[in-house]
């Protein structure tokens, strides 16, 4: 028999069935089309310049591969390699990229959560990686648990605008980092149903978390290979470098059929030119060589490319983000990205310590750039605090109340111009006088014409003060509490449960992963 853990989706249930309320009423979950047609900063002559600086960079200066086995495919390819020191013709560049598909699908566990990348897809991940934790109760940042990854998690299953699980929504520092990876993915894979992702850190790493999707999903070795059912995303190390570990793990995936997405995180002042046409040009140098190496190795890998370009503080040397240069870049990239028809990975991201207005309009700033760039996957679209140092929970709600209104905004039907969206009778209905209130064509509409918020307090404010003068940050708190009290896991095979647990017990006692420590 199946574990029944609930309804799937982890949404509406357990408490709020008791209450007769859930914590907030979300739109349902579906994958937002980008009907806009992106912003082009771009002209075909920019286009041109910045691809011929890219492959310049490729053909004169070159990228280090600090991974023997890619220098021996590349070798063999044709390339010139000189010790680590890789040189690129355009021509094998652009024949590599060419092999890529710009459209592909990731089926997870539960394929009613398939993802398709590329096209006019827009999907929304949730925050990866930050050491760090916002806990409001205390008002400080603390180091990331497995509790609090847990409860992230969970955020990241119950909200339906959330599509993708990327990495560890923050780093839980108590459990040691040879079996870290090991209760994550046990976690994120019976906590959620959603894409999973793998970090490129090491063998063992990439190869327990295959396997580990290979059983939740319950697949066999061919059906697992037969398409993509999770995906890793990797940086170059900035400027002109690709490390051991990285290359390392996106080889077994791609060698397995799985999707690679290589995002270079280039900040214009420090680890790029000081201009943003410089840095994007670097960024897809970087790029695009280690999806040609990818695409020599198994043609037609799925391969998304990222950009993760932004600039620094001059006055500090800290990173900047959601600025006026991070949004010219995501689109610029994106241009780019359709030049070489790649499915293209951006970001939600801000510098703001705490959830407060500057985390917000930064990130709004940076979700919108993904917006106009037709951006495919969003990674850190919600939760992200201290550029990448912060994970917080009430963040994560307060940026998914942004997503939830970029889905409303990109639905057709509020720019549908028929008979009944122009709405002439109804205008003649109330003519010079009256209202549009009590009138049929509004009493037919009324329940979902616009947008209705689950976050937002709309109320003056004197009601909002004598409903207790509740600033944002603290309503996203109480919500976060309450759906943590009745989120419910998705339902898992018990065999399939049993096989993963047995298999983490096993990698376990045989030690994890290496670590020098």
């Known amino acids: ?157 119950y909200f339906n605008c959330i599509h993708f699980a990327g990495g560890y929504p923050v780093e839980p520092v108590d459990i040691h980092a040879s079996v870290r990876h090991l209760d994550v993915l046990y976690d994120k894979l019976t906590l959620t149903d959603k894409a999973m992702h793998a970090y490129s850190l090491g063998k063992e790493r990439v190869e327990d978390v295959m396997e580990m999707v290979r059983i939740a999903g319950g697949l066999t070795d061919e059906e697992f290979e037969a398409t993509p059912r999770m995906y890793t995303n990797i940086n170059s190390t900035s400027p002109l470098k690709h490390d051991y570990p990285m290359i390392d793990g996106c080889l077994r995936l791609v060698r397995r059929g799985q999707a690679v997405v290589v995002t270079p995180f280039t900040l214009a002042g420090a680890m790029a030119p000081v201009t943003m046409a410089g840095a994007v040009a670097q960024s897809l140098a970087e790029a695009l060589c280690a999806i040609a190496l990818f695409q020599y190795v198994r043609p037609g890998t799925p391969c998304a490319i990222g950009t993760f370009t932004s600039n620094v503080d001059m006055k500090s040397g800290a990173p900047a983000f959601g600025t006026p240069e991070y949004m010219r870049a995501t689109q610029m990239t994106g241009q780019m990205a359709r030049h070489y028809g790649l499915p293209m990975r951006s970001s939600g991201v801000c510098a703001a310590n705490v959830p407060d207005g500057q985390a917000m309009w930064e990130t709004s700033n940076s979700l919108w750039a993904a917006v106009q760039s037709g951006t495919n996957m969003v990674y850190h679209a919600a939760g992200w605090l201290e550029g990448g140092l912060i994970a917080s929970p009430e963040k994560f709600i307060m940026d998914c109340e942004v997503l939830q209104q970029i889905q409303r905004y990109m639905q057709p039907e509020i720019c549908a111009t028929g008979p009944e969206e122009i709405a002439f009778d109804a205008v003649r209905e109330v003519g010079n006088e009256g209202h549009f209130f009590g009138i049929q064509h509004t009493q037919d509409r009324y329940a979902t014409a616009f947008y209705q918020p689950f976050l937002s307090d709309w109320r003056n404010y004197e009601a909002w003060e004598a409903a207790g003068a509740v600033w944002t940050p603290q309503r996203a708190n109480q919500i976060y509490k309450e759906i943590l009290q009745e989120f419910t896991p998705p339902p898992m095979d018990d065999a399939l449960h049993d096989e993963l647990k047995d298999f983490v017990a096993r990698r376990k006692s045989e030690g994890g992963a290496p670590t020098d420590f």
């Open 1 to 157: 028999m199946a574990r029944d853990n609930g309804r799937r989706g982890g949404g509406r249930a357990g408490a709020a069935a008791r209450r007769g309320t859930a914590a907030l009423q979300q739109m349902p979950w579906h994958i937002p089309q980008n009907i806009d047609r992106p912003i082009a900063p771009l002209t075909e002559e920019g286009i041109a310049a910045i691809h011929d600086g890219a492959m310049r960079i490729l053909e004169e200066i070159g990228i280090v591969f600090l991974n023997p086995e890619a220098l021996e495919i590349l070798k063999q390819a044709g390339c010139r390699v000189e010790g680590d020191l890789v040189r690129m013709d355009r021509d094998f560049v652009m024949e590599m990229v060419g092999k890529a598909p710009s459209q592909f699908t990731i089926t997870p566990r539960n394929p009613e959560r398939t993802i398709p990348i590329g096209g006019t897809n827009l999907l929304f991940g949730n925050v990866s990686s930050p050491p760090n934790y916002w806990d409001m109760d205390l008002g400080k940042k603390v180091a990331g648990n497995r509790a609090q990854c847990r409860n992230l998690l969970k955020l990241t299953q």
